[in-house]
Nanobody
């Protein structure tokens, strides 16, 4: 059974950057679609980005385009979330999640909004706290 562990969170000032890591064990990363989600206090868990294979990715949230990026290193069994120009509203617990299979990012559309369904992902790691504050 695949296991995930997110790390790299911390306290950062507005405008700063962080890179989160998701270590994947118990399976080959190449066999999985991996997504990043976040959950702020009192809010629902929301999808951010997804990588379904080594060369493609999907955004689940338009407001992070140009600021956040996802990458994967199959040789290291790791997925990364690079976050730049961080804002206080980015404060949340960040999670990585996996579904077995390639190309399973499955973005959903509602008018101009794109989103992900956490229930599409079977495996979840413990989150890492990101706090953006001066």
């Amino acid at each position: 059974e695949v296991q995930l562990q997110a790390s790299g969170g911390g306290l950062v000032q507005p405008g700063g950057s962080l890179r989160l890591s998701c270590a994947v064990s118990g399976g080959a990363l190449d066999d999985y679609t991996i997504a990043w989600f976040r959950q702020a206090p009192g809010k629902e868990r929301e999808g951010l980005l997804c990588t379904g294979d080594p060369v493609s990715s999907e955004y689940y949230m338009r407001s992070i385009q140009g600021r956040f990026a996802i990458s994967r290193d199959n040789a290291k069994n790791a997925v990364y979330l690079q976050m730049n120009s961080l804002k206080p509203e980015d404060t949340a617990v960040y999670y990585c999640a996996a579904d077995r299979g390639r190309g399973l990012c499955r973005p959903y559309y509602d008018g101009g909004r794109v989103y992900a369904k956490p229930t599409d992902f079977a495996a979840w790691g413990r989150g890492t706290q990101v706090t953006v504050s001066s």
